[in-house]
Nanobody, 114 residues
Framework: QVQFVESGGGSAQPGGSLRLSCAASGFIFSAYVMAWYRQAPGKQRELVAIINSSDTPNYADFVKGRFTMSRDNAKNTVYLQMNSLKPEDTAMYYC????????WGQGTQVTVSS
């Protein structure tokens, strides 16, 4: 079955960096646009970044210039390099395709505070 397993979250100080990973399985990974989402407490889940099958990423304005999304089709894995972290980046981060037919993973928590 389709599955997403996120990892790499943790605590960081403002201005710090973290690298998230997401291992996907159960579908033809290389054929799908992949996305990172995040959900902060009391807020709706929001789209952070996407990357298409040709390795072209696009970013939400609030992370542009700070976050970099990449993919490794040989490993069925996507990554999110997060630099210049801000307290407002604190959230649970999830990866998934854009398909609502695919389930959410457990997410990985990112906390940015001094």
């Amino acid at each position: 079955q389709v599955q997403f397993v996120e990892s790499g979250g943790g605590s960081a100080q403002p201005g710090g960096s973290l690298r998230l990973s997401c291992a996907a399985s159960g579908f033809i990974f290389s054929a799908y646009v992949m996305a990172w989402y995040r959900q902060a407490p009391g807020k709706q889940r929001e789209l952070v970044a996407i990357i298409n099958s040709s390795d072209t990423p696009n970013y939400a304005d609030f992370v542009k210039g700070r976050f970099t999304m990449s993919r490794d089709n040989a490993k069925n894995t996507v990554y999110l390099q997060m630099n210049s972290l801000k307290p407002e980046d604190t959230a649970m981060y999830y990866c998934r395709t854009l398909s609502n037919l695919h389930p959410w993973g457990q997410g990985t928590q990112v906390t940015v505070s001094s």
